[in-house]
């Protein structure tokens, strides 16, 4: 047992044996007086005040500190000693996330700067190192105030407030080394499944080998422990693809397909060979899944798949962003599914690839969504585009994550309807993800003022069950209500028939902890939040247009006790209860 915390391997989708966790005691230091760079505290020669449990936040509990006041300019520094093991080796640095903007030293020379406060970075800092102890220096420079900037639910205020959290400044996700050859290592992979042809394909990308070397990739894929392919392929350049048949995805792929039900994944294991010589072994999974629409059906593996999610922020009591333990993040995604979810909305926020982790294996699926900013400049859109990038890039291989979500309820983009500089970046957005990822489907504007969309998606409070049952008894009642008296698509983007799912609804406020908060409608007792819940939720189960839905929330956040779960994680009422009523029961 150890007490550092989030000791847990951070990357599971591409595992090296070779890492050393970094997570713990720092010592750290406001910079309110942007002092640091003049004085050259990044030479790591002078001990900073404080400490600091990385990898959490400040403004939390669990950092040690717990302040809320305003601190945009904060300092990081820890000395390293790298094991015999990684002696003669290329070193990796790797960041989580660091919100917003990153600098990091080794030794007094710069090895990394990073923009993105949701992103992972990382840096080969092999030749900034020295025998003996080094001195890591980290600056991370956040904007508080600064609405432009892709902030998801960080309030600009010091306080709380309405659907605004406590910020996030600096690290707020684990950070990391891992040892790799010198010969060569396989920088990422990319993994696309094709259930129709019965085969996955495989992009590789290698890094830091001789041109003229021989080099070869060997695959070994398996499944239940079961090798099922094996072979070695000549690698001429430091990228390549590769297509294999999965000879045991037989009987229509029902054993193996990946679903929520059923989350089957295939293992496999990457090994870089040069000149004959293994110089990486890198261990991954995949599931082999599909998601289309068919007819104006939203289909899973190829047939019509009801989505029943809920809206998981990802705030969690004493850690906020950063949730306190893989235990924690493994336990939200085993209460989701104990109250009859089959999904999860992660609502603005780029999650931890441990939440996805427990997604992928233990069977829910995920609507990936970015944090959005909320005002339009064209500062923001260069800042917002290549985080998302970056996101897509990070999460590609997930068999969980179903559909992106790159913009929420005109977020950053406050008037779409009318101008078309923010339509066209909303559409630019839309295009942009279906060209890096054209097996999931895309949501431009979750919520509502829709431009180009491959799911019409709505965001609605209502509480009254009659008033719903009217309003989705026809996809046509449906696209042309008004819920929150916003326009559901913008002017000269009319619905295509394109799957309707109302993504936000409920958000029934029930007090059952000493959190004082509010709701969207509220509840007097269990009873009669188990009234409320079926008011709601029965409509859109029976609607026969709708084919999905996204219930608000699964736990109280700060000041909202609009949760199913307390923050604390707590159920307002049995889970069974919850359960039999998403079963129509």
Known sequence: MTNQPRAEYPRPQFVRDSWINLNGEWEFEFDDDRVGSKEKWHLGNRKLSKTIQVPFAFQSKLSGIGSNEFHDVVWYRRDLTLPEAFQNKRILLHFGAVDYEASVWVNG??????????????????????????????????????????????????????????????????????????????????????????????????????????????????FNGEL????????????????????????????????????????????????????????????????????????????????????????????NLTPPSDEAIKQDVELTKAMGFNGARKHQKLEDPRFLYWCDKLGLVVWSEAANAYEYTEKYVSRFTNEWIASMDRDYNHPSIIA??????????????????????????????????????????????????????????????????????????????MPANRRLFVEGFPYENQPILVTEFGGIAYKKSEWEGWGYSGADNDEDYEKKLRAVIRPLLNSGVVQGYCYTQLTDVEQEINGLLTYDRKPKIPVEIIKAINDRK
């Open 109 to 222: 020379v710069l090895v990394a700067k990073h923009d993105g406060g949701h992103t992972p970075f990382h840096a080969d800092i092999t030749d900034a190192l020295q025998a003996g102890t080094n001195k890591l220096v980290v600056k991370a420079v956040d904007y508080s105030k600064d609405v432009t900037l892709p902030r998801g639910k960080q309030y600009w205020h010091t306080d709380s407030a309405s659907i605004f959290y406590t910020r996030t400044t600096g690290i707020w996700q684990t950070v990391w080394m891992e040892a790799v050859s010198v010969d060569g290592y396989l920088d990422k992979v990319k993994i696309t499944p094709d259930i129709d042809e019965k085969q996955v394909e495989f992009q590789f990308f290698i890094q830091g080998s001789d041109a003229n070397a021989k080099q070869q990739l060997k695959v070994e894929i398996s």
């Open 228 to 319: 099922v392919s094996e072979d070695t392929y000549g690698m001429r350049s430091s990228s390549g693809a590769r297509k294999i048949r999965l000879n045991d995805f037989n009987d229509h792929g029902l054993g193996a397909w990946w679903t929520p039900e059923h989350p089957n994944l295939y293992d496999v294991t990457f090994t870089l060979l040069v000149d004959n010589k293994a110089v990486d072994v890198v261990t991954s999974y995949f599931g082999m899944r599909k998601v289309s629409i068919e007819d104006g059906k939203l289909c899973l593996n190829n047939r019509p798949y009801f989505l029943k999610m809920v809206l998981d922020q990802g705030y969690f009591p004493d850690g």
């Open 404 to 481: 992106w979500v790159p913009l929420n309820e005109s977020w950053g983009v406050p008037n779409i309807q009318i101008d078309k500089l923010q339509q066209q970046h909303a559409l630019t957005m839309y295009h942009l993800t279906k060209s890096l990822d054209p097996m999931r489907p895309v949501v431009s504007n979750d919520g509502w003022e829709l431009v180009k969309t491959d799911l019409f998606t709505i965001h609605d409070y209502e509480w009254r069950g009659d008033v719903l049952e009217e309003r989705y008894s026809s996809s046509d009642k449906a696209v042309h209500a």
